[in-house]
């Protein structure tokens, strides 16, 4: 009996972890837009194209709803403004809204994106983090892939190899992990990978206006 009662305890203290509300939406530019939405403890995955939808149900386990809030509240995605927007074409429109018993969200813009740079409690490239969240919480890509080198700067990263021959570099991120990546790859949360050498590599660096080009030696 007491075991049963630890583990409904147990149980109802995961369920908890799911919010009331959560809706993110993304539509980079003119490709598909995409969503997603908590009904209970499953997320309703959604993809429109003009006319065409198509839609999928995701119910993750209890221990990805949990770890989910954790990186939420880590990442202080409750200070977001409530808009951000700039000017540009082509641009990436996007919304989230989130709501705990004991905290709620609701950000969108268009073209931007939250920012170290106007919050120094934020941590660095903040919206590919929450990205990076939901996607492990959803067990799969949401709109595309984020890989983990992409919550890293480029100057936080130290080039460990290259292969000439198959195109791709060796990176290796603050914590020891090392990272293969291919041209046109990114190399970190505002690099793309361009051109590898013998030891070295040229990335396209994402600056506040236009992108400028760097090289990064093997050390």
Request: glycine share 6%; proline share 6%.
């Amino acid at each position: 009996m007491k075991l049963a009662l630890v583990a409904l305890a147990w149980s109802v203290g995961c369920f908890a972890q799911v919010p009331k509300v959560l809706v993110t939406e993304i539509q980079p530019g003119f490709k598909p837009a995409h969503s997603i939405q908590v009904e209970g403890d499953t997320l309703v995955y959604t993809t429109r194209f003009g006319a065409e939808i198509q839609t999928k149900r995701i119910t993750p386990p209890p221990e990805r709803w949990t770890a989910f809030r954790r990186t939420l509240d880590r990442q202080n995605i409750w200070r977001w403004k409530g808009n951000y927007e700039r000017k540009a074409p082509d641009s990436t429109r996007w919304l989230v809204k989130i709501e705990y018993d004991d905290r709620s969200l609701a950000a969108a813009g268009l073209g931007a994106f939250p920012s170290r740079g106007t919050d120094r409690a934020l941590p660095k490239y903040a919206f590919t983090r929450y990205r990076f969240a939901l996607q492990e919480l959803l067990g799969e890509p949401f709109e595309r892939r984020i890989k983990s080198i992409e919550l890293y700067d480029v100057k936080e990263l130290r080039l460990v190899g290259t292969n000439t021959t198959e195109q791709w570099a060796s990176f290796r991120d603050p914590r020891g992990t090392v990272h293969q990546v291919a041209v046109d790859e990114p190399a970190g949360g505002n690099a793309t990978l361009q051109k590898i050498d013998r030891s070295s590599v040229e990335v396209s660096v994402l600056g506040s206006d236009k992108p400028h080009t760097i090289k990064v030696v093997a050390k």
